[in-house]
């Protein structure tokens, strides 16, 4: 009984308080994506894997967006946008904004699974931003840019341009995270 209560408050499900008590804790989002994103950082999660991940996931997120947005969306997506350029030179805000600006596109999805899919993937992607923020020239400048593009594309309810505009987003990501890599490496040596 003992091992069984120690593995449901280790997965966040009960609190077990010294002299108060068991406590069913209530369900949320974090219930569910909190233990992947845990396994994630403990298994030592490859950088290049976060990113190709992303890749194969994000542009029919994006797709769907395009396809189901409202005007709260599009309102949300712009403002995440003029909150990444007022944050220019701010590497940790932008990378927080960053991912806030995905988030919100698969919000926009109206799948509800969209951001339980991507949630414990891209807490992962802050520090990775920082990293490529501060090593790869222009990555900002790309970042903004390449958000518009897929906000236009949203907010004009096109999805195949939605879809290829965020491969083509995460593709240059790509790029910048091997470029990030061979940067640090070469420090290394």
């Given amino acids: 009984m003992r091992e069984a209560l120690q593995m449901l408050s280790a997965r966040g499900i009960i609190s077990i308080e010294k002299g108060r008590g068991i406590f069913v804790n209530g369900f949320s989002s974090e219930t569910v994506t909190h233990p992947m994103m845990t396994y994630l950082q403990f298994k030592g999660n490859d950088v290049l894997d976060v990113i190709k991940a992303r890749l194969i996931i994000e542009p029919s997120i994006a797709e769907y967006a395009a396809m189901h947005r409202d005007e709260e969306d599009i ?62 020239p222009n990555a900002f400048q790309s970042a903004v840019e390449w958000h518009s593009k897929i906000v236009e594309a949203i907010k004009n ?27 640090e490496e070469d420090e290394e040596d």
């Avoid at 904004?97 to 919000?107: E, P, S, W």
């Fill in 75 to 136: 309102q949300i997506l712009m403002n995440d946008i003029d909150e990444m350029i007022r944050n220019q030179g701010h590497e940790k805000e932008h990378a927080n904004l960053d991912l806030q600006f995905h988030l919100h596109v698969a919000a926009a999805s109206k799948n509800h699974i969209m951001p339980l899919i991507l949630q414990p993937i891209h807490k992962l992607m802050p520090k990775i931003k920082q990293r490529i923020l501060s090593t790869v």
């Fill in 157 to 183: 309810s096109d999805p195949e341009k939605a879809f290829q505009t965020m491969k083509k987003h995460l593709e240059i990501a790509l790029e910048h995270t091997q470029q990030m890599l061979k940067t």
